[in-house]
């Protein structure tokens, strides 16, 4: 991690620790950057620097669009304007049509008075490392001064609805079956899938009930969406519906709700799936990438049906970092980013709900049967705001009892501390035989960063 960018891009504050001057410096980057050698293909016979830029409803998203616009024609890039859309969705138009990258204004669960900035290169990916050092010296005074564009060099923005709307069109080809006769909830957070997600089910022949879909900027992932589930199980229960699906504010993630109201995890997507994938012989090398944060349960229902697994660092991004070197095709994440490799570059909360929705109707089950052969440990999992995040994680005393915690847990559970790539915060994590015991372990190791002065008050 950089020291503006994170795991999942450049995220703060809005006109606090992300200003518009940022943006805009990132936009006079990226345009220079991938502007100094044309690339001329039929798509841009002029070899022009083509860039994608799409965002989620929260307030300052206009102000930062406007921001990365003007640096971006500034340095001579033509801008494709998206609008409101999803995370996946920018990648899938950058892969597929020739973009240089792309850009994603977005803080995915985070509160609306929060936003950030996420690049995607020309293969729909995450950006580079180098790029990302590159732009983080631009943005430190540590480069020389970047040329202005002159004369018809200077960038123009277009609207670019249309490659939304041909994403859209993609996951409607993606669905092998009608879900005809199947009542449908969605949560789309007040965010990017509000634009998008209820058209493709409705498309599908699915009785679509949808929720938290009327964005105002500030309503995003407010007591809504794959971080506030308990919303989507209520209303699955009130209106009886066969299945649900909550996306966070960009649409990368995808929470299931099953036919009894109960929350279908990550975890529990990755093992339904892989377990279906390996079946019908499509899961390359037999193998699911994970992240370090995954449940003990889901690991010992793999080894019961014979699936390997691979252990990343939390982020999509590691997670398809290692699925594109090894070659595998499922992987994910607790939180539901959850990345089939065959058809998305990151993870993508409305494919994720399709392809549950396909295993669901292919094998004639409710989620409910099909997710109750995973036994979950219990997991506690706390986020402590810290003045210093490495500090407070290295800190030794802070460490010596993490290492009191590991021997009395013994081969029943495990603890993890791990570093927000997105927030101040340390995340301390306990999975044991009890919930009790979660509590007790995760409490013991809060109550020492606070003795040490770690904590912010």
Not at 146 to 167: E, L, M, T
Not at 442 to 450: L, S
């Given at each position: 991690m950089g020291k503006y960018f994170g795991t999942d891009g450049f995220r703060g504050e809005a006109n606090v620790n992300l200003?518009?001057?940022?943006?805009?410096?990132?936009?006079?980057?990226?345009?220079w950057y991938y502007g100094r050698e044309p690339r001329k293909s039929p798509q841009n016979p002029d070899g022009r620097c083509r860039i994608a830029i799409g965002k989620d409803t929260r307030r300052s998203s206009y102000m930062f669009e406007y921001a990365l616009v003007a640096g971006l024609t500034?340095?001579?890039?033509?801008?494709?304007?998206l609008h409101v859309t999803t995370t996946p969705s920018v990648s899938y138009v950058v892969r597929t049509e020739e973009f240089d990258c792309g850009i994603m204004i977005s803080a995915s669960h985070n509160p609306f008075y929060d936003n950030g900035i996420k690049v995607i290169n020309g293969k729909g990916e995450k950006m580079e490392e180098n790029v990302i050092e590159e732009i983080e010296r631009y943005l430190d005074?540590?480069?020389?001064?970047?040329?202005?564009?002159?004369?018809?060099?200077?960038?123009?923005?277009?609207?670019?609805?249309?490659?939304?709307?041909?994403?859209?069109?993609?996951?409607?080809?993606i669905a092998t079956r009608s879900f005809k006769g199947k009542k449908v909830a969605l949560d789309c957070s007040n965010g990017s899938a509000s634009a998008i997600a209820k058209n493709v089910f409705d498309a599908l022949g699915a009785e679509t009930r949808v929720i938290n879909n009327t964005p105002n900027g500030l309503n995003i992932n407010k007591d809504c969406g794959s971080t506030h589930i308990h919303v989507l199980q209520q209303f699955v229960k009130d209106n009886g519906c066969d299945v649900g699906f909550a996306y966070d504010g960009d649409a990368d993630r995808c929470i299931a709700v099953d036919e009894n109201g109960n929350e279908v995890n990550g975890d529990l997507i990755l093992y339904i799936c892989g377990k279906y994938m390996k079946e019908n012989g499509s899961l390359f090398n037999?193998?699911?990438?994970t992240t370090v944060m995954s449940n003990f349960g889901l690991y010992k229902a793999f080894d019961r049906e014979g699936i390997a697994y691979e252990k990343t660092a939390v982020g999509d991004k590691y997670v398809y970092e290692n699925m594109a070197q090894n070659g595998n095709c499922l992987g994910g994440e607790q939180s539901g980013h959850i990345i089939f490799s065959k058809h998305a570059t990151t993870g993508d909360g409305i494919l994720t709900s399709l392809k549950v929705m396909e295993l669901m109707l292919e094998k004639k089950e409710s989620l409910g049967k099909l997710a109750s052969e995973v036994e979950i440990f219990p997991q506690v999992l706390k986020n402590v705001?810290?003045?210093?995040?490495?500090?407070?994680q290295d800190d030794p005393q802070v460490q010596a009892e993490v290492a009191k915690v590991t021997e009395a847990l013994g081969a029943d559970g495990r603890i993890l501390l791990r570093q927000s790539g997105t927030e101040p915060v340390v995340r301390v994590m306990v999975e044991a035989s009890s919930k009790e015991l979660c509590e007790k372990y995760?409490?013991?190791?809060?109550?020492?960063?606070?003795a040490q002065g770690h904590v912010e008050k």
């Open positions: 200003t518009v001057e940022h943006a805009y410096k990132v936009g006079r980057f990226l345009g500034a340095s001579g890039a033509d801008v494709y304007l005074g540590e480069m020389e001064e970047i040329p202005f564009a002159q004369k018809d060099v200077i960038g123009c923005a277009k609207d670019y609805s249309a490659g939304r709307n041909r994403y859209i069109g993609y996951l409607i080809s037999n193998t699911v990438v705001h810290v003045y210093d995040k490495k500090a407070a995760v409490d013991q190791v809060i109550a020492v960063m606070k």
